[in-house]
């Protein structure tokens, strides 16, 4: 028997216009995964594997029409929030979910930098992000440089980064899960954190240009099995395994850092 009660995930980023990150990425990992996807569009990019040339942010009675439309009839047992580009984005992205059912999870990827360098958080508005949407959160999901612009500490090895996810903790955040693949080690290794537990994550590295997108892979992932009503570290180990094998067998598209495989289910091993 078919069971119709799919999770809902719902996740609120910007759009990619390569297919690889951002809503469209968020929306192939949740579809693989057996999930329910729905979207709140923050932000318009023009981007392909080389990079991102232009954007353009959602005006904010948008965004919020997006997201109540969604929660008022279809739900959400869970949520996703990526890219959100400046002060005023996650002020409004904030106080809507500050409003919502605290049973929700929502899984916070703090997107700063794109995968080719280009900047898609303004200038100033880390504090905001920090202050008024981290605390919101049942778990945030960092790399490294974006570790080090949240707690201002430099990460340069694995006990960098247990020390600075623990940091991250003190600030009134539940769940930190600290992504380690900018280390230079053969080792992927993530970190799983909060008051009570520390817990690893390992998996060979895989040295590849197609990574576009394993973020927004790994959080919505998350979010989705949290929403499937997962423990916490099962849709971690889940969505690390998940990631990891997409990588794995990348399709190699485009001439730069190419997009996972999200159809990775369909692969046998």
Known sequence: MINKKLARIMTIAGSDSGGGAGIQGDIKTITALGGFATSAITAITAQNTLGVNNILNIPLKMIEDQILAILDDIGADAIKIGMLSNKNIIICVANLLSKINKNIPIVLDPVMVSKGGHKLLDSGAEETLIKKLMPLCSIITPNIPEAEVITGKKINNIKDL????????????????????????????????????????????????????????????????????????????????????????????????????????????
């Open 162 to 269: 247990e020390a600075t996810g623990k940091m991250i903790i003190k600030m009134g955040i539940n769940n930190v899960l600290m992504k380690g693949g900018h280390l230079k080690e053969s080792t992927l290794t993530d970190i799983l954190i909060n008051k009570n537990k520390v817990q690893y994550f390992k998996n060979d590295k895989i040295i590849t240009k197609n990574s576009h997108g394993t973020g927004c892979a790994l959080s919505s992932a998350i979010a989705c099995g949290m929403g499937q009503k997962m423990s916490l570290n099962f849709a971690v180990k889940r969505a690390h395994a998940f990631v990891n094998k997409s990588i794995k067998y990348a399709p190699n598209i485009g001439k730069g850092n190419g997009p996972l495989n999200h159809l990775i289910n369909n692969i046998k091993n």
